[in-house]
């Protein structure tokens, strides 16, 4: 038996279902029907590195400590990108390799450089670009771009407000092209392998964009649907396609400067002298200053997206001046109750003594200064429309039932999203452009196979996907030490796998700790090499 899952970055029953049920998505209509789906609630906050690393480890975030787009050191208050080696917990793909199970896992997310596995492993989102040594084996890497001369990782989103359309159109190309090296892949591998993983990040990056224009976003899950077709073609009949992502969509029209926020109730202080107050604040404030910056942003595209090449535009519209500057080292952190995890979209830290570098917080007023802030946070309300910005704010315990590295989590109301960085104008919430739509908490699921049967699934969340596909393979998650639950709907079918014949295998106890032992000493050479 293979088992096929389908990874749909940012997909959403909000679109699939309707358009679907009126046929314009057949594939789609035929998994809604005959296989068991419902909507995958994803992590708090919905992010992608956070929410992919629980659905390909089985854990909550707070056992994973993947919180960002990026690893924070507390002690430093330093920022770098995500890297595989930060991720300190078993993957599905080191438990199967642990266990001489072959898989192929593309186009994972934040998960460079790729791991040494028994099987095939293609990072995606998160890798330098297509000329890093983005697949295991490496050989790999010059059969795919020697067979799809279109195959790329990087989509060149700051260039999408400018392109439009046309960024739109290479999207569509590049996901061609990765589904076309994933069907080459698959094809030689069948007889091999018996877990298949592709994630598809388009819907996200289109989402985003052009969420206002749902015929552009139709466009893509038409090629979604066409590929899920050509998958189900070459299932055998005990093979089982599972589609999932890792959060759902909705409408952001604004967004929230919580950074400002923290320093207007007084919870964060930025060091004044280190910002150049006639420049930020006097020039950038007179109108004859914004009038000018409108003018020459729209001069400057106008003139160079014909005549000249993108990245000589790139270049010059990163290095026109912005309202909005990176904060971090602007912080004066002894006068710093709290701060925002940077690339969290929705995780604040406590400044606290026995753990950060300039910490001023005690254990002892901890849950009192806590305690107050989620009060302050979740009075802030919009000026114009006088309406709540945040649906939720809640302590990290409230949430997952623990807490370690975050200490309060929230998450705005529709129509609002987090801004990165400070703005220097001292606006708190402002229009969002380009960006109009953001991640909403409801992703999807669906299983599909002889043996699943048409059911609704219900109450599912992002971890449950990895002991899900952990049970069909035959390992049984209750002995995984893992945080994930089968859905109760699925939990009598029958597979072709044995319990016993995976643990038979094994030596000592299968446990996440002894995975991780074995991890460590896997790693330690192979990282080396990147």
């Known amino acids: 038996m293979k088992i096929v899952l389908i990874g749909l970055d940012g997909a959403t029953w909000k679109l699939i279902e309707p358009w679907a049920l009126s046929g314009k998505l057949p594939t789609f209509k035929k998994l809604i029907i005959d296989g068991a789906c419902g909507i995958l609630k994803s992590t708090l906050p919905p992010i992608s590195p956070t929410a992919w690393t629980s659905i390909f480890s089985g854990l909550k975030p707070t056992k994973h400590h993947v919180w960002s787009v990026i690893t924070f050191d507390g002690k430093t208050y330093t920022v770098k990108p995500l890297f595989s080696h930060d991720i300190n917990v078993p993957m599905i793909w080191n438990v199967l390799s642990y266990l001489r199970i072959r898989g192929v896992y593309m186009n994972i997310p934040f998960y460079y450089p790729p791991p040494r596995i028994n099987g095939i492993f293609i990072s995606g989102f998160g890798t330098p670009n297509r000329s890093s040594r983005f697949t295991y084996p490496l050989y790999l890497r010059e059969e795919i771009l020697g067979l799809f001369p279109d195959y790329d990782i990087d989509y060149r989103e700051d260039s999408i407000p400018i392109e439009g359309i046309e960024a739109a159109s290479r999207i569509f190309r590049i996901t061609q092209a990765q589904m076309e090296a994933f069907m080459h892949i698959f094809k030689n591998e069948q007889k091999k392998s018996q877990l298949f993983i592709f994630v598809i990040r388009s819907p996200d990056v289109v989402q985003h964009f052009f969420w206002t224009e749902k015929r552009i976003i139709l466009h893509f899950y038409k090629q979604i649907d066409l590929f899920l077709h050509k998958i189900v073609r070459n299932l055998d009949k005990d093979d089982i396609l599972i589609l999932c992502s890792d959060h759902g969509f909705r409408t952001v029209d604004k967004k929230v400067y919580l950074v400002n926020i923290l320093e207007n109730l007084g919870i964060l202080r930025i060091k004044k002298d280190q910002i150049n107050s006639f420049f930020y604040e006097g020039l950038l404030n007179s109108k004859i200053y914004k009038s000018l910056l409108e ?236």
């Not at 925002?340 to 005690?362: A, D």
């Not at 801004?419 to 380009?434: D, Q, S």
């Open 295 to 530: 003018r020459s942003k729209r001069l400057i595209r106008e003139l160079f997206s014909r005549h000249a090449s993108l990245s000589i535009l790139s270049k010059i519209i990163k290095s026109t001046p912005f309202s909005e500057i990176t904060y971090m080292g602007l912080v004066d952190w002894y006068s710093t109750l709290a701060y925002y995890l940077p690339g969290s979209y929705g995780v604040i830290r406590i400044n606290l003594k026995e753990r950060e570098g300039k910490g001023i917080i005690t254990s002892h007023n901890f849950d009192a200064i806590r305690k107050e802030i989620i009060e302050s946070l979740l009075a802030i309300k919009e000026e114009e429309s006088g309406e709540k910005v945040f649906e939720i704010v809640k302590t990290c315990e409230a949430i997952y039932g623990e807490c370690n590295d975050a200490d309060i989590i929230l998450y705005t109301k529709e129509g609002y999203g987090i801004a990165e960085g400070f703005n220097i104008r001292k606006k708190l919430i402002e229009r969002m452009y380009p960006i109009n739509g953001g991640h909403d908490l409801e992703g999807i699921i669906c299983v599909y196979g002889r043996s699943i049967p048409s059911t609704r699934l219900r109450d599912l969340e992002t971890w449950d996907v990895a002991a899900l596909l952990y049970y069909l393979l035959g390992i049984e998650p209750a002995k995984m030490g893992i945080d994930g639950r089968v859905p109760k709907e699925l939990s009598n079918i029958e597979t072709s796998c044995n319990y016993q014949y995976h643990y038979g295998r094994m030596k000592l106890m299968f446990n996440i700790e002894s995975i991780k032992k074995k991890l460590k000493s896997m790693r330690s050479n192979h990282y080396e090499k990147f």
